[in-house]
């Protein structure tokens, strides 16, 4: 073979190589990241909370209409069963929904788990509070800990220490904090909501903790429990039928040996 057949020979072969290459790129074909995916197959955190969890805790967590998830405080507090169990189950008689399929939502067991490592590995900081004496997540949590269940008169006192300086003597606002009584806010908070607010407040709206509304006195847990019952009880009638109320029925019934009676 001549050096001129060769040498149009390795061109051929270069150019043949290089359409076989540019396949993949062909107009109009999309990326592979760009290709659709099946709503169940998406487990991508950014997207799924996107899609999911955004509209009402906020872009990234934060500045929503509910409470903040990109909380580090929170998800020091709230392991990630109690995210998961949430999630995936939603709160009856509020307006968190259940997510997962088998309780009437869209999202596969793998995609709740996404979402809950998502949020505790991009927005939780454990190492600050790995020194730190952190009340109990819930009030069965509490009792399991030691402390007895919530009394409404001693949280009526607990209030008045801890939280009357911003909603007022009888909880119906004041000079800096709104109504904590008000019948659409009571029937729209669950206990639990009530207790984990209590706890790590509301740093989106400038509600301290549960260590900074007293200066050098944080809230035990049986007072945070107390006033958790305190509120419940304001709810009244206005509670709605199918509220989970698992904190309010353990602070009205009797403790003994660590059984519910």
Avoid at 64 to 86: F, I, K, Q, T
């Amino acid at each position: 073979m001549t050096t001129k057949r060769c040498v149009l020979a390795a061109v051929v072969m270069l150019a043949t190589l290089g359409v076989l290459a540019g396949c993949s790129r062909l107009p109009g074909k999309p990326k592979a990241e760009e290709r659709w995916v099946a709503p169940a197959q998406v487990t991508d955190f950014n997207q799924l909370y996107s899609q999911n969890c955004a509209g009402c805790h906020g872009t990234g967590g934060r500045l929503g209409s509910a409470p903040p998830l990109n909380d580090p405080l929170y998800l020091a507090v709230a392991n990630a069963d109690a995210l998961r169990e949430v999630t995936a189950k939603g709160v009856a008689g509020t307006a968190m929904p259940a997510f997962a399929e088998q309780s009437g939502g869209s999202l596969t067991d793998k995609q709740i788990d996404a979402l809950v490592e998502g949020m505790r590995s991009q927005w939780g900081r454990p190492n600050d509070f790995k020194d730190a004496a952190l009340p109990p997540y819930s009030l069965q949590d509490a009792i399991k800990s030691g402390s007895g269940p919530g009394d409404t008169q001693r949280g009526a006192n607990v209030f008045v220490t801890y939280c009357a300086q911003c909603h007022g003597a009888d909880g119906r606002g004041g000079a800096i904090g709104s109504s904590v009584v008000n019948p659409n806010f009571l029937a729209l908070a669950s206990d639990q909501s009530l207790r984990t607010t209590t706890i790590v407040g509301r740093p989106d709206l400038g509600k301290p903790d549960w260590r900074a509304n007293v200066s050098d006195h944080p809230m035990s847990p049986q007072e945070i429990s107390d006033v958790v019952a305190w509120l419940v009880a304001q709810r009244g009638n206005t509670s709605s039928p199918g509220r989970d109320s698992a904190d309010s029925k353990v602070s009205s019934i009797k403790i003994a040996d660590g059984v519910k009676r």
